[in-house]
Each structure stands twice: as structure tokens, then as C-alpha cells.
């Protein structure tokens, strides 16, 4: 049970919550470390004993909270006024009484078949407690503040539900249609007889290397509303109680409440089943120690089924009880036609009824315009950007004022690797951003995947590459020959570093992996033996299933940073540049084709490896300047030189110099291009000398 209610909305009265798009995080905050276990061994649940009568269960509980709190005067929505957090917060409480009413885990839990305890994961938490928000609207005198999560424009217990749908949108937007159609924006959410990548077959195994089926043991499609994600990375339920699926049943199933309803075991992971069987997680552990590679190693992340992992729970420990409206609805929404409270509390539990009043599935058109948008008055349609509502989730430190008062936040994280949807989060505290680079700069947000969307990896649609800003960079890269001129800017620059699964017992950022599915937006990298992008709080150890609280590091201007067992030695099974079709692998030590001595198992190899290169076009560069100043103090000591010398000196100091600035400005001395970096550096050098030999000869011809 979490703090009593009464406490934990002492303050909530005045925080406004404006009708755009505010935060929206994927709120795994009790996010529970996944953990994994040796299929078919099955893990013995151990069920609760029924509560006694005298104690009333955790859901009572919360109950009486709520009844004391609404009799208080709360949750009292003003005509024609902007509801405040608080009443947003409110909002769910009837529909909180609704599923204690109905949902089985409460039956389980009155029959003493129960393994796990639940905590109730509501509003509050997810939109006002999570990430020190509290600390936070205090210290900057707010009422509240929405910290990780932004707010959708209406939610599914707002009545009537005011959206017309995607298919209306099409209508008069057929182009747009047609690219968001085939996008995994719109494959995010779906019916359980639209998933055509196993023949809607849900219970058979997806890959032959693991036997995990998409829905768990002892959950059946007429049990489910509807599955959350794609084959690129995961897949989860949501109920036909529209409640997040953070258990399974063994021995049983949900549907004639038999058997034991288990917290975890959850959620399909495909780099689990897919791509890190038994073998390969043997190969990982000789250079990444400590590396599960047996079930009962994978900790709380575990199951009893080899690719179904643990989510939002800790596997027959604990499990979050939260409703759609709590969590699910901000980042894979879903929306009803129902006009009443009614209306919709009468389809909660049935299937039929649900599907038949859902209006759009996904990320549709609506998320970012609004419901009905331009039909309706224009409320957020043309908007340059509504991203930050599901990518933009961050987190308040502190202690973050000290390298960067302008910024006091970091991104949010999954264990000791950031969440996904912190692209924004990430990108706000860059260079690009203060510079006014924005998501829809780069991205077309109506084609965001241009492959096929069942591949493992995103290729994404963009309005403008890395080379469209950045031209002399391109020009060295360009240049530069052998392997790396076939590759991209995002290879080195953009690696895999965000979590969807919060996969704890995989992740180990000191070896750039294993559980990283989406592109990091920093940029920044950062050429350093042994300084990392993520560390733990200072003074704790480095072992993710042992500590919380990872974060961002920053460089001495106050930025995140990539480091270079990110960039150059990463593992992940999602990264395009990793594993599209021909693909090298770069230089994982896992995915490489490449000699062994390129494999990299630590960043110290790849330091190595960049000081090779840069070193020569470092010290060509400061022969460069030395030799310009020499020119210079030969001119101005030479006041008779004769105009045909001196032209001929200038204009080789001149090219000589438009060198030097190219370099200055790729910035990645020798990164980019390391032979081009050289034989121009050493033209440079060439043009001084000859510069300097006019000089001296004049000299000598005067005297």
C-alpha cells in the first residue's frame, strides 16, 4: 500500500492543467526490474493466505481513502474552467471503485490464490509523485508539477468522448493517411485478431529459439482487450478491464479464474526470445561478467518461460494494479465514442463492447491535433510539434542546478538505462536544442518507421539527415574511404542506448548494452578513456540489479554525453546500424563479423584505437597555427618585401588557413576521416613552408 491518500494529496488544489499537450512518460516508476527464468523449470508461487476478515485487504483500503477524500470536497470540475491536476487526478477515482468491484485479481486475492502483492498505481503517482515532482513544485513555489509525464488532451473517462477517428481524418488527408497507415505509430496498439505477424495465433511461439508465446501462461485473447507493442521490441496486454497486464496465471487461466494469478511473467521481450537464447547470453558473460545466463539469474526480470520477462512487477514478488487511464492511455492510446460514464462502465469486462466503441487505435492523428482538431475549431491542429507528450519524459535532481542552472533535470530511467520516450528529454539539455532544432526538424512525424514495420530495428522517415547542417563533416566522411564511408552519422553519433523493457538483469552501460532499443539524441561524444555516460548515484556500486538512480552524466559545459563504448562498442538488437541487412555488426564484441582485435570489449581498446587518429592530425594542427604566426611575423618583419613575393605568401597562408578552419570545424580531428584529416593537414603544412621559403628568400635577396 502506498502513503495514505489523505497525505499524498495534502496539496493538491490549484496546478493547472492546460489543454495542449502536457508531459507524457511511460510511467514505470514502481518499474520493476525484469527478471527471467530456465524454461520449463517452473518457479513454485507461493499463494497468500485469504486476508482476515478484521483487516481489510490493500484495495479497501484504498477505497476508504478515496471515499474520504471525495467526501472532503475534491474533484469538483467547474463549467467553462480549466480542471486542475488535481481534478484530472480525481477523475479516475469512481472507475478505481468500478475495477475493485470487478477485476479478478481481487477475486483471486479474497481466494487466497494469489502470488505477489499488488500496489495500486494511480494518477497521483504517475502524473504528480513520480520524479521528485513534489521537490520540484516546491522549490520553484508550484502547486504541483507533472515532472515525467505530459497529459493527453482528453482522456477515455472524459464524457462524451469527443474523437471522430483516423479514418475521418483520411478522408480529406489521404497522403498523410496513407504514410501514418504503415507506420508503428499506428501497429502500437491492436485488437488481438489484427496481429498478423503470428496468423493472430497469440499463444504459439513467436521465434523458434525461445518458447515464449505473446500472451502469457494462463491469459487467453478473450481475456484482452487489446496488445501493446510491435515485433520490433516487446509485447504487452491490456485487459478487458482496461488494466495493465503485470501478472500471468499458472496452472490456470484468467478466464474461469482457476489456477494462481502470479505477479510478472508478463511481457514477450523479442531480444530475449529472438536474439539472446542460452548460448549467446554464455558469450556475453565472458566480457561482460555477471551476465545472466541461467533463469533463476535473471532475478526479479524472470518468468518461467525463456522470452516472457517481468514488467511493471517483480516476478512473484510485487505487481502494480494500474488502469489504462493511470499509464497506458498517454503513450499507446486507444479511444471510445461512449457518452456517458454510464455507457462505458457498462462495456468494462466486456470485450465486444470495448472494441466495438474504440474509434482509433495507436498514435493517430488526434494525439497531436486534438480531438476532431480543425473540424472542431482548430484546437492543436498545425501544431509544429505535440512529440514531447510521449518522448520527452525527465527527471528532477537537485543537484543537476550545479553543472547547469538553466536546465536542473535529467532524463528519466529505467534501471541503469534511460526509458524510452526520453529522446526529447535528452535532446533538451543539447547544443542542437538551444540552437532551435526541434523533433519535426529532422523527423516527417506522419512516416516515423519507412521500413517494414516488423523488422527489429526503425528506419525512420526524416525531413533532413546529419549532412543537411552539417556539411564539412559530411565532406571528411565522405572522403574518408574504407569501411566507415558506407555508414551514417547516427552510427557513431546516435548508438542505442534507451530501454523499453526495463530489462535490469541485462542492461550494463559499461558495456554499452544489452537491452537497447531506441536511438540515444545527444549527440555529443565524448573521447575519453574511462569517463561513461551513465553512472549510478556517487559512491555506489556499478552493478545495475543492485542500484537505482542511475543518470545522465554531463561534460564541464553542462551537457550529456556519448561515451565511447557507446558509440563504437555497443550491443544492441534493435540498432539499424548494427543489424540491418548488411551490416557489419561495428564493433560489438556480440554482433561483429569484423577480426577479433576490433571486437571491443572495453572502452580503454577504443580509445586506443581513436588517439591513432586523432594524435597526428592533433599535432599537424598545431603546426598549422604555429607555422600561420610564423608567416605573419615574417611579413611584418619584412616591410620591403616586393608585392609579387607577398601575394604569392599570402595566398598560400590563405589556403593553409581555410584548412586549419575546416578542421576546426568538423571538430572530430581525424574522427570523421582520418586520411583525408591527414593529407590535408599536411598540405596545409606544405603551404607553409613554401610561404615561409619565399619569405626567407626575399630575405636573403634584400640583403
Known amino acids: 500500500m502506498k502513503p495514505n491518500l489523505l497525505k499524498r494529496l495534502s496539496a493538491t488544489c490549484c496546478a493547472f492543467l492546460f489543454a495542449g499537450s502536457l508531459m507524457a512518460q511511460e510511467a514505470d516508476t514502481g518499474a520493476v526490474e525484469s527478471v527471467v527464468v530456465d524454461a520449463p523449470a517452473q518457479v513454485e508461487a507461493t499463494p497468500a493466505q485469504p486476508a482476515a476478515s478484521a483487516e481489510p ?76 515532482g513534489p521537490k520540484y513544485a516546491e522549490k520553484v513555489g508550484l502547486e504541483h508539477a507533472a515532472v515525467t509525464y505530459r497529459l493527453a488532451w482528453d482522456s477515455i473517462l472524459d464524457y462524451p468522448n469527443k474523437y471522430v477517428g483516423p479514418k475521418k481524418c483520411g478522408e480529406c488527408h489521404p497522403a498523410q493517411y496513407t504514410q501514418w497507415e504503415r507506420s508503428r505509430h499506428r501497429k502500437t496498439v491492436r485488437f488481438t485478431n489484427d496481429i498478423e505477424e503470428v496468423g493472430n495465433d497469440l499463444k504459439k511461439p513467436v521465434y523458434s529459439t525461445a518458447p515464449a508465446s505473446i500472451l502469457p ?48 511473467g508478463n511481457q514477450f521481450s523479442r531480444v530475449w526470445s529472438e536474439n539472446i537464447t542460452p548460448e549467446v547470453a554464455k558469450k556475453i558473460a565472458e566480457f561482460s561478467p555477471g551476465f545472466p545466463t541461467k533463469m533463476e539469474d535473471f532475478g526479479h526480470s524472470r518468468s518461467t518461460v525463456w522470452g516472457t520477462n517481468s514488467y511493471g512487477s517483480k516476478y512473484a514478488e510485487t505487481m502494480m494494479f494500474q488502469p489504462a487511464s493511470s499509464y497506458c492511455e498517454i503513450c499507446h492510446p486507444f479511444k471510445f465514442n461512449f457518452n456517458t460514464k454510464d455507457e462505458f462502465f457498462a462495456a468494462i469486462g466486456d470485450k465486444e463492447k470495448l472494441e466495438a466503441h474504440t474509434i482509433s487505435l495507436g498514435i493517430s492523428c488526434e494525439e497531436c491535433h486534438g480531438p476532431g482538431a480543425h473540424l472542431y475549431g482548430a484546437r492543436g491542429a498545425g501544431m509544429p510539434s505535440n512529440c514531447e507528450r510521449c518522448h520527452q519524459r525527465f527527471a528532477y535532481q537537485d543537484d543537476e542546478r550545479e553543472p547547469n542552472p538553466r536546465k536542473p533535470f535529467n532524463v528519466y530511467f529505467k534501471s541503469s538505462c534511460p526509458s524510452c520516450g526520453t529522446e526529447g528529454s ?87 548494452g544489452f537491452d537497447n532499443v531506441r536511438a540515444s539524441h545527444i549527440w555529443n561524444i565524448k573521447v575519453s578513456k574511462d569517463e561513461k555516460s551513465i553512472n549510478p548515484p556517487a559512491g555506489k556500486d556499478r552493478d545495475p540489479m543492485k542500484v537505482k538512480g542511475w543518470r545522465f552524466e554531463r561534460d564541464n559545459n553542462g551537457r550529456f554525453f556519448i561515451d565511447l563504448m557507446w558509440s ?38 577504443i580509445y586506443d584505437k581513436v588517439m591513432a587518429w586523432q594524435t597526428p592530425v592533433k599535432e599537424g594542427y598545431d603546426k598549422i597555427k604555429e607555422g600561420l604566426k610564423n608567416v605573419d611575423k615574417a611579413i611584418a618583419n619584412n616591410p620591403s618585401l616586393n608585392s609579387t613575393d607577398k601575394s604569392k605568401a599570402l595566398l598560400l597562408a590563405k589556403e593553409a588557413n581555410e584548412i586549419k578552419k575546416k578542421l576546426e570545424k568538423d571538430g572530430g580531428w581525424g574522427i570523421h576521416g582520418p586520411n583525408y584529416a591527414k593529407r590535408i593537414v599536411d598540405e596545409a603544412l606544405v603551404y607553409i613552408e613554401e610561404a615561409l621559403n619565399i619569405l626567407s628568400g626575399q630575405k636573403t635577396a634584400k640583403k
Open 426 to 512: 535528452q535532446m533538451y539539455s543539447s547544443a542542437h536544442y538551444d540552437a532551435g532544432m526541434r523533433c519535426t526538424t529532422c523527423h516527417d512525424p506522419h512516416e516515423v518507421t519507412i521500413n517494414d514495420w516488423k523488422d527489429g530495428y526503425t528506419l525512420t522517415g526524416l525531413k533532413k539527415t546529419c549532412a543537411d547542417c552539417h556539411e564539412t563533416q559530411a565532406e571528411f566522411f565522405k572522403a574518408a574511404g574504407g569501411v566507415h564511408a558506407k555508414d551514417n552519422c547516427t552510427g557513431c553519433h546516435m548508438p542505442n542506448m534507451m530501454s523499453c523493457e526495463n530489462f535490469a538483469a541485462i542492461q550494463n552501460p559499461d558495456k554499452g
Open 57 to 132: 485487504t490493500t484495495a479497501e483500503k484504498y477505497q476508504l481513502d478515496l471515499k474520504e477524500l471525495n467526501s472532503a470536497g475534491y474533484a469538483k470540475q467547474r463549467p467553462g474552467v480549466p480542471r486542475t491536476l488535481d481534478e484530472y487526478v480525481r477523475g479516475a477515482d469512481s472507475f478505481f471503485d468500478l475495477l475493485i468491484d470487478q477485476h479478478p485479481i481481487f477475486k483471486y486475492e479474497k481466494a487466497g490464490k494469489l502470488a505477489g502483492k499488488y500496489t495500486m498505481s494511480d494518477r497521483q503517482e504517475e502524473f504528480v509523485e513520480i520524479n521528485k
Open 217 to 264: 501462461l494462463g491469459i487467453q485473447a478473450e481475456d484482452v482487450y487489446a496488445i501493446i507493442g510491435t515485433p520490433r521490441t516487446k509485447y504487452g496486454f491490456i485487459d478487458k478491464w482496461l488494466v495493465r497486464g503485470t501478472y500471468h496465471v499458472q496452472d490456470g487461466n484468467l478466464s474461469d479464474l482457476t489456477g494462481t494469478l502470479t505477479a510478472g
Open 568 to 605: 563504437c562498442g555497443r550491443t544492441s538488437y534493435s540498432d539499424p546500424d548494427l543489424m540491418k541487412p548488411g551490416a557489419s555488426g561495428c564493433h560489438s564484441p556480440v554482433q561483429s563479423t569484423l577480426p577479433a582485435d576490433l571486437k571491443f570489449t572495453n572502452q580503454e581498446m
